[in-house]
């Protein structure tokens, strides 16, 4: 996996997927993301765990008091969608990145093999989580389409 540091978006995995998402007319990859880290059998695959990581940060984005900083043109493409993140959105996101943090995920053994990115990725991913903890409104309830995430 090509990286050049441990946030969010400092990966070849994660800038392709925003690319994908900010290029396409749907929200639906975002949703996606968080939910095939939970289809992933055993350990998270690093694939997977980078592109959940990029999608929780833009839900984090959404909280009020977020202080996430996100690249210009995923600004503009959320302007563009006027999105409001449901409850169970926030919850979505809250839960993927606690499976991405577990021992058995692989990006978090990539991380903790190197000699400085362990901890400071374990500290953007708890710092994220933080993020992660902010109430949204309820959405709709037993929706199984992705829209059901969104007011």
Known sequence: METWGAGSF???????WLIKLVDGAEVEPLVQALEAVHTDEG?????A???????????????PESKVSL????????????LRPS????????????????????????WEAQPRGGKEW???????????????PRGLIGDKSWWRFWN
Do not use: G
């Open 49 to 63: 765990a980078c592109k959940a990581i990029a999608a929780a940060e833009l839900v984090a984005s959404l909280n």
């Open 122 to 136: 374990v500290r953007l991913i708890e710092q994220l989580k933080h993020q992660l903890d902010y109430n949204a």
């Open 43 to 47: 350990a998270v695959s690093t694939a």
């Open 87 to 110: 409850q169970e959105l926030v919850h979505l996101a809250r839960e993927a990145m606690d499976k991405v943090a577990e021992q058995s995920s692989e990006l978090r053994q990539h």
């Open 71 to 82: 690249p210009d043109d995923i600004s503009e493409w959320f302007k563009r969608k006027k």
């Open 10 to 16: 400092e990966n070849v995995v994660a800038q392709l």
